[in-house]
């Protein structure tokens, strides 16, 4: 098993780009998630999902949006990006009735 | 000035003392409350979790406290070694059969040799 791949590992956008961030598990896990980690600060949660189809809004949902056609995938758009979404993203998943989550090894994204 | 948030809570101990890290929650509804290390440069790695009918868990050299009347979570890990060094971070459960978790900010642990 693979575990939990995101792709890329770094990333430099111009504001006002779009691009995907890809997140991959080989688990067969129902539950993916997406958290932004900022400088000094803890995971905060962007979108999750408890199933191929279904999706729902975390804590810091604007400017990205998900889809989640397959169980293994749960890619992450950034619409037009901005400055501010400068962070590290981590993808994470894990299986239905399992507490903790595994997460991958993150992208470092940069916006100038 | 700088940001506060910039600065993480830092606990430095000697090598081979025990640790204890602390943490406050918000929500009374959650119902399972959990700890992460993260080394620099990966992701969270999963350590142990708690219950919130419960009040003591204990792992391997590791030991989670739950005061659910003042919302206190701490983690305690015995003998510290170098290789504990990291931010460790605790996280509740807030949304139940969703496992959606909501995280701390962290306290990074330095052990001096």
């Known amino acids: 098993n693979a575990g939990v791949t995101q792709t890329p590992k770094f990333q430099v956008l111009k504001t006002g780009q779009s691009m995907t961030l890809q997140c991959a598990q080989d688990?067969?896990?129902?539950?993916m998630s997406w958290y932004r980690q900022d400088p000094g600060m803890g995971l905060r949660l962007i979108h999750y999902?408890?199933?191929?189809?279904?999706?729902d809004q975390g804590e810091v949902p604007n400017g990205y949006n998900v889809s989640r056609s397959t169980t293994e995938d749960f890619p992450l758009r950034l619409l037009s990006a901005a400055p501010s979404q400068t962070s590290v993203y981590f993808c994470?998943?894990?299986?239905?009735?399992?507490?903790?989550?595994?997460f991958g090894s993150g992208t470092r994204l940069t916006v100038v | 000035g700088e940001s506060v948030g910039l600065h993480l809570p830092t606990l430095s101990v000697q090598e081979g003392d025990n640790s204890i890290i602390n943490c406050a929650y918000s929500?009374?509804?959650?119902?399972?409350f959990i700890w992460y290390k993260q080394e620099s440069g990966k992701g969270p790695q999963f350590i142990i979790d708690?219950?919130?009918?419960?009040d003591k868990r204990q792992g391997q050299r590791v030991t989670v406290l739950l005061n659910k009347t003042v919302k206190h979570l701490s983690l305690q890990i015995a003998a510290t070694q170098p290789g504990d060094s990291a931010v460790y971070f605790c996280?509740?459960?807030?949304?139940?059969?969703?496992?959606?978790?909501?995280f701390g900010t962290g306290t990074l642990l330095a052990v001096q040799p």
């Open positions: 929500n009374s509804a959650s119902d399972y």
């Open positions: 708690i219950r919130s009918n419960m």
């Open positions: 996280a509740e459960r807030a949304g139940g059969a969703t496992n959606k978790l909501i």
């Open positions: 999902s408890v199933g191929a189809g279904i999706t």
């Open positions: 688990m067969n896990h129902e539950y």
């Open positions: 994470a998943s894990s299986p239905q009735g399992v507490i903790g989550y595994t």
